[in-house]
């Protein structure tokens, strides 16, 4: 059965803390993602990786940034947090296979800054 | 900008009908559609894809359209029933250039018993 797993469901962190979401995916995918989920927004990308030590920016990387030092594990870092980070965080890994890919998701982190 | 849109925050239907979800897309080289389910405190997960070499794909009681010339889809889910109550994203890939997904801002759909 597909397994995407992040460290914390829920987190609470104060304006300027360096924070650490893990997430770590069984399933031998090649890729990996973190999004940002706030009302009325949808899902937004922060950053993927095709591979290890490889990563891209999304749409809304400021003030994140990413590590991929094993194939299995994300992992996203807030630097200094700020209270425009609250939100929900999601990772996700997929993989090619056919004519077909689909991203399959851990079940999110809920971020407060306060 | 929103490369993909959903219209509709909210829908409610009967246990029994039909629910239809929409979405529209910008960019054309978009041809790789997914639609995904999540409920309240849980990752979203996958309910059903179209390539843009078909214009249907149905899978038990859901069904999704795509008419590109709109840069339209929409998924059909029939008969509702009170467990679909959550939110549905879309979501959009040109594959060409890898498996980034772009996604519509969600619809809340409510099926009342």
């Not at chain 1, 399933?27 to 949808?42: A, K, S, T």
Request: aromatic fraction near 14%.
């Amino acid at each position: 059965d597909v397994k995407v797993t992040q460290s914390s469901r829920y987190l609470v962190k104060r304006t300027g803390e360096k924070v650490f979401l893990e997430c770590v995916q069984d399933m031998d995918h090649e890729n990996m993602f973190w999004y940002r989920q706030d009302p009325g927004l949808g899902l937004r990308l922060i950053y993927f990786s095709y591979d290890v030590k490889m990563k891209e920016k999304g749409d809304i990387p400021e003030g994140y940034s990413v590590s991929r030092e094993k194939k299995e594990r994300f992992s996203l870092i807030l630097e200094s947090a700020s209270t425009n980070q609250t939100s929900m965080y999601l990772c996700a890994s997929s993989t090619y296979s056919g004519d077909s890919y689909e991203q399959y998701f851990g079940p999110g982190t809920r971020l407060t800054v306060t | 900008d929103q490369q993909v849109k959903q219209n509709s925050p909210s829908l409610s239907v009967q246990e029994g009908r039909i629910s239809i979800l929409n979405c529209d897309y910008t960019n054309s080289m978009f041809d790789y559609f997914l639609w995904y389910k999540k409920y309240p405190a849980e990752g979203p997960t996958f309910l059903i894809s179209i390539s843009s070499i078909k214009d249907k794909n149905e899978d038990g009681r859901f069904t999704v359209f795509l008419n590109k010339s709109a840069k339209h889809l929409s998924l059909h889910i029939v008969p509702s029933q009170p467990g679909d109550s959550a939110v549905y994203f879309c979501a959009a890939s040109p594959r060409a250039t890898g498996n980034q997904f772009y996604f519509g801002t969600g619809t809340s759909l409510t099926v009342i018993p």
